[in-house]
């Protein structure tokens, strides 16, 4: 079921794609993860291999890890977002399956990838509940030993602007510039709490962050890349 919320997300692509405000190049620290030698025992070669990229948005991540000869599978919220993916992957000669889904019903079996990347969308999930399901499902389709891959916002962020407390981790966006204002976010404060949390699925859990202040605003993310247990 389309949620409002997901229409608002539809409404804010299609409006920045307008604009021509959308992101279209992959993310620096992904790029990194993936050709860097950061993560211990990351391939060099990943012909044949299967990566999911939950809550693609415009696709820039998904198109980067397609160049890689990867498998690439997508998912979005709304169809509009993934009809605009589809489009432009086609015009860039990528083949990508792109589907309706969130975090914590993912439309794959298990053990189906070998990478999952999650790049500033766990955070959308407003509760503790939601947010272990939502690390069982990434966990749930991604191979024994696959690797997960996510980036999300760190205690420093400019989101944080102005927010309200609710309770531990949890924050309701306050920023009168920005859409999703009244929206509850959950943050890990502390790496600390990054392994409280994603331990119990994965192992080598390793723990990296990004802080830029670039002129008029802070953008922080923690980084968090481990393997599945089993």
Not at 47 to 54: I, P, T, W
Not at 80 to 106: F, P, W, Y
């Amino acid at each position: 079921m389309t949620t409002p919320k997901a229409r608002e997300w539809a409404a804010e692509y299609r409006r920045s794609r307008q604009l021509s405000l959308d992101l279209s190049a992959p993310s620096e620290t992904l790029i990194r993860a993936f050709k860097g030698t950061y993560i211990p025992d990351m391939p060099t070669d990943f012909s044949g291999m299967r990566a999911l990229d939950v809550g693609c948005g415009t696709g820039n991540n998904a198109f980067f890890l397609a160049s890689l000869k990867l498998d690439v599978y997508c998912t979005e919220i709304h169809q509009d977002i993934c009809d605009l993916v589809m489009a432009e992957a086609k015009s860039m000669g990528h083949r990508l399956t792109v589907k309706v889904a969130t975090n914590r019903s993912l439309p794959f079996t298990e053990n189906f990838f070998d990478f999952l990347v999650s790049w500033n969308v766990l955070h959308y999930e407003n509760t503790e509940e939601n947010i272990r399901a939502g690390i069982a499902e990434y966990a749930r389709v991604l191979k024994p030993g696959g690797r997960l891959v996510l980036s999300t916002t760190g205690p420093e962020h400019k989101i944080l602007t102005g927010s309200k407390t609710l309770g531990p981790h949890l924050y309701e966006i306050g920023r009168e510039d920005d859409f999703r204002k009244g929206e509850r976010f959950f943050y890990f404060d502390a790496p600390n709490y990054i392994h409280y949390y994603f331990d119990p699925a994965f192992s080598d859990v390793l723990i990296g962050r990004t802080h830029d202040t670039l002129f008029t605003s802070t953008l922080d993310w923690w980084i968090v890349t481990g393997r599945k247990k089993g």
